[in-house]
């Protein structure tokens, strides 16, 4: 017998019982489109995981102050503030594999101007800094050069600020005082939202670090340095070569301890990236329980429809059909279903997922590998769940089988 | 008589075992030539399902030997007499066995499908062929449920046809039909078997066993008489004479 005669004759005794199959696919539909909603939830967080990762800065390199030993007894980390502008210019003229690099002067003021006031975080940079956070405006422009060198008055205002200031009115070259010194607004920044931890990355003022040592605090430390590696493939040597210009900037000898520290964000990254992934597993085994649940409504209805047909099993094997023969059709039977189920299931899942973002504004990634999910998934149940049913019916005597009434 | 397509030598089948077995057939010697009509004749309980089940190789004897066509079934596994009943054996049901919801044609081609080793290629061909030999090539399409008792037999025998068997086994072909339908299935079984078919038919009407050139009475497991037919009846005949006598009832 041709595999496509099993085929049609599959085919054929699953829409001779309309609605006994549409009830048992619905258990596998449900199963499959369950296990893609899961999956693009989960898909969906992790990827805004990332997106929120590389929004930090592509290939962010953060150098910070290092603890200091005074006396063999060590003082913990920026125990002692060692981070100069001339650490960024060597940096800056010597490394070969960066693709910025910042100074960071790091304040809190309270902010005056528009509809009230606001305290937040003011951060004191360069222009490079833009490249390295990546961040860009939604009105105005971003400072220059030129700003910086001259230490103008000049202020970027996250999308908090200037929503708690401004409300809806566009603050661009309106002023503001920080502390004391009034400031002109040269720009709004683009939101980035909240960060892994859940920070608000919005809740922020950008100034000329020129101006920020001048005007707000008078120190000529910087709280870091960030730079940005040209590529994610020289990450790794891009910091070597920090800690290189570092240690002949900072005068330290061959065997001495570094009084600085100089990371990146990969480990952060990792960490975040598989707590989704491991959710996201988490959520499709749930989901898989319907699958499962799914399963057994076929072998049931296949054990069923065994023993209606009896008397069909009966005369196929007397005109000469062999075990093997009944094991397959009844096999090809559950797997035609189940493939059927789990291609309306695989509509249902995209639907149900897109579905599910509209309503709740997740985010939300269909997987291509959906498609292969539900059909291999769904086959596998097929076969499971079909081998005792095929294999009762393969087994039937043909004599008692003719005999059954 | 020909050479023998079936051969039982001292065939016996036990059912269960010590105390509460059944001996079904103790030990039955037949020898049936190519070209034959044996009709095997009995009570229910002398052996005669039992004996249509073994030369049907749905069932294998306990003891002694079944030489089919040449081939020693007692030695075939499960799936080897699933090929022997394919290839060699034609099978027609006191309740015609049609598969439900299936068109007629196809229910006829389904012997064909589950061929092996050499498969058929113009399966439906053949198929009609075989219903438009039984009379019923006009009725392809016709589902069961369409179809009078007649009717249905007459597909039943063209599905039995259709791989042109060694040996046609029929059980109680007439059981299920009113006299007339039933002299007209014989007729059909006469034709095939003048046109050198062998046929095998278990009955308990003596009506029906009369068409047949030789009659087989069973009894308790044993062949109490094997001899042949000496008033044969000739079933188109009789179907002629019936005509006559009730000419109105039938035109209706």
């Known amino acids: 017998m041709t595999g496509q005669t099993v085929f049609r004759m599959a085919l054929k005794s699953i829409f001779k019982n309309k609605m006994r199959t549409a009830l048992t696919m619905l258990g596998i539909v449900i199963g499959v489109g369950a296990v893609i909603v899961m999956v693009a939830i989960g898909n969906g967080a992790q990827a805004q995981i990332k997106s929120q990762i590389s929004g930090l800065g592509t290939n962010l390199i953060v150098i910070t102050a290092g603890s200091v030993n005074t006396g063999g007894a060590s003082q913990g980390a920026q125990s002692f503030n060692r981070l100069t502008v001339d650490d960024v210019d060597a940096i800056k003229r010597e490394a070969t594999l960066l693709g910025g690099v910042s100074p960071v002067i790091v304040t809190r003021t309270q902010i005056v101007g528009g509809s009230g006031n606001w305290r937040a975080e003011v951060n004191g940079v360069s222009t490079d800094f833009f490249a390295i956070r990546d961040w860009t405006t939604t009105s105005g422009d971003l400072f220059t050069e030129e700003d910086v060198r001259t230490k103008r008055t000049v202020v970027l205002l996250g999308a908090t600020v200037a929503k708690n200031l401004f409300a809806d009115s566009d603050p661009v070259g309106r002023e503001i005082r920080l502390g004391k010194t009034p400031f002109t607004v040269a720009g709004v920044l683009a939101p980035k939202g909240q960060t892994a931890s859940g920070s608000d990355q919005d809740d922020v003022v950008i100034v000329p670090y020129t101006t920020a040592q001048t005007r707000l605090n008078g120190f000529s430390f910087l709280g870091q340095i960030l730079a940005s590696a040209s590529s994610p493939a020289s990450l790794a040597p891009a910091q070597e070569e920090i800690k290189v210009i570092m240690r002949a900037a900072h005068g330290i000898p061959n065997g001495g301890t570094d009084d600085f520290t100089v990371r990146d964000q990969t480990a952060i990254a990792k960490a975040a990236t598989s707590t989704s992934s491991i959710m996201t597993s988490l959520l499709a085994a749930i989901a898989s329980v319907s699958l499962i649940v799914g399963g057994i409504g076929i072998m049931n209805i296949m054990l069923v429809s065994v023993t209606e047909r009896t008397r069909e099993i009966g005369i196929r094997m007397a005109i000469g059909a062999r075990g093997s023969d009944v094991m397959l059709q009844f096999l090809v039977e559950s797997i035609v279903m189940c493939l059927l189920g789990g291609l309306l299931g695989l509509a249902v899942g995209v639907g149900g997922a897109s579905l599910v973002g509209r309503l709740t504004g997740w985010s939300i990634a269909t997987p291509a590998s959906a498609v292969f999910l539900a059909i291999g998934f769904s086959a596998a149940v097929g076969i499971f769940f079909g081998f005792y049913p095929a294999r009762k019916a393969a087994s039937l005597d043909p004599i008692q089988a003719l005999r059954f009434e | ?252």
């Open chain 2, 1 to 252: 008589m020909s050479h023998p397509v079936i051969s039982l030598d001292h065939v016996t089948r036990v059912y269960g075992e010590g105390d509460s077995a059944v001996h079904a057939l103790r030990g039955v010697n037949l020898t049936v030539g190519a070209g034959e009509l044996v009709a095997i004749m009995g009570t229910s309980g002398s052996g005669k399902s039992t004996m249509l089940n073994i030369l049907g190789c749905l069932d294998v004897p306990t003891g002694g030997h079944y030489v089919l066509d040449g081939v020693a079934v007692e030695t075939m596994s499960k799936p080897q007499l699933a090929d022997l009943r394919n290839a060699k054996l034609g099978f027609v049901f006191q309740g015609f066995n049609l598969l439900a919801r299936t068109s007629a044609v196809e229910n006829v081609e389904l012997p064909l499908l589950y061929r092996r080793g050499n498969p058929v290629k113009n399966t439906r061909e053949r198929a009609v062929a075989a219903l438009e030999r039984v009379g019923l090539g006009k009725r392809l399409d016709h589902h069961p449920s369409m179809l009078s008792g007649g009717q249905q037999q007459r597909v039943a025998i063209a599905r039995a046809l259709v791989t042109e068997p060694t040996v046609l086994l029929a059980d109680e072909p007439t059981g299920n039909l009113d006299s007339r339908t039933s002299i007209e299935v014989m007729a059909l079984f006469q034709a095939l078997n003048d046109q050198g078919i062998t046929v095998i038919l278990v009955t308990h009407e003596h009506d029906v066993a009369q068409y047949a050139r030789r009659v087989i009475e069973m009894r308790d497991g044993h062949i109490l008489r094997d001899h042949p037919v000496t008033d044969r009846h000739i079933a188109a005949d009789d179907l002629v004479a019936l005509d006559a006598t009730t000419p109105m009832e039938e035109a209706a």
